[in-house]
């Protein structure tokens, strides 16, 4: 069963930094593309960022682009987002997702999320 | 960035009923469309890929079409469980959007 699981959530003031990982198991964690999708309180669904399984390329929406990295320790089946220069907006649920074998934007399973709070 | 349009934002509806949703994207995406269901308090789940493929283990009430810019989702038989926000969502062209969502009601 595929399973995964986020953590290094929490209250920040802006400006700060956060590291989210996402540890996995129940699949071949190298043989796939991985993403973070985010959600602000009450509102819709927004993909953040996606790393092919060797972590040979990375992707990022263009407001987080030089702010967050995406990166990823496979022999550990973990997912990582660095995040830099927090701003109020970054407030949200962020969810570590599995994409495809070979390509991102298909989210086939997804995490329960954690909760970054950026707020002075 | 290509903009998805998604109608209606909210609906109500008996056990039994046919829902419909559509989604509207700005550009061709070629069928690069997906459907997920969320409630409240979990992460989303994929129901449909490609437009019209079904994921594995989701009942066969739910299907989509579509081709182009546009697209439905459709549930027949609206069953207890399926009261939930619906969003579609493209990955054809980088940043993958979702649309903004249907909450699904009952009445």
């Known amino acids: 069963e595929v399973q995964l699981v986020e953590s290094g959530g929490g209250l920040i003031h802006p400006g700060g930094s956060l590291r989210l990982s996402c540890a996995a198991s129940?699949?071949?964690?190298?043989?796939?593309?991985m993403s973070w999708v985010r959600q602000s309180p009450g509102k819709g669904l927004q993909w953040v960022s996606s790393?092919?399984?060797?972590?040979?390329?990375?992707y990022y929406t263009d407001s987080v682009k030089g702010r967050f990295t995406i990166s990823r320790d496979n022999s550990r089946n973990t997912l990582y987002l660095q995040m830099h220069s927090l701003r109020v907006e970054d407030t949200a649920i962020y969810f570590c997702?599995?994409?495809?074998?070979?390509?991102?934007?298909?989210?086939?399973?997804w995490g329960q999320g954690s909760l970054v709070t950026v707020s002075s | 960035d290509t903009q998805m349009t998604q109608s209606p934002s909210s609906l109500s509806a008996s056990v039994g009923d046919r829902v419909t949703i559509t989604c509207q994207a700005s550009?061709?995406?070629?069928?690069?469309l997906n459907w997920y269901q969320q409630k409240p308090g979990k992460a989303p789940k994929l129901l449909i890929y490609?437009?019209?493929n079904l994921e594995t283990g989701v009942p066969s009430r739910f299907s989509g079409s579509g081709s182009g810019t546009d697209y439905t989702f459709t549930i027949i038989g609206l069953q207890p469980e399926d009261f939930a926000t619906y969003y579609c969502?493209?990955?054809?062209?980088?940043?993958?959007?979702f649309g903004q969502g249907t909450k699904v009601e009952i009445k």
């Open positions: 790393i092919t399984g060797n972590g040979g390329s990375t």
């Open positions: 997702t599995r994409d495809g074998p070979y390509s991102s934007g298909c989210h086939y399973h």
């Open positions: 129940g699949f071949t964690f190298s043989n796939f593309v």
């Open positions: 969502q493209q990955y054809h062209n980088l940043p993958w959007t």
């Open positions: 490609d437009a019209s």
């Open positions: 550009q061709d995406i070629f069928n690069y």
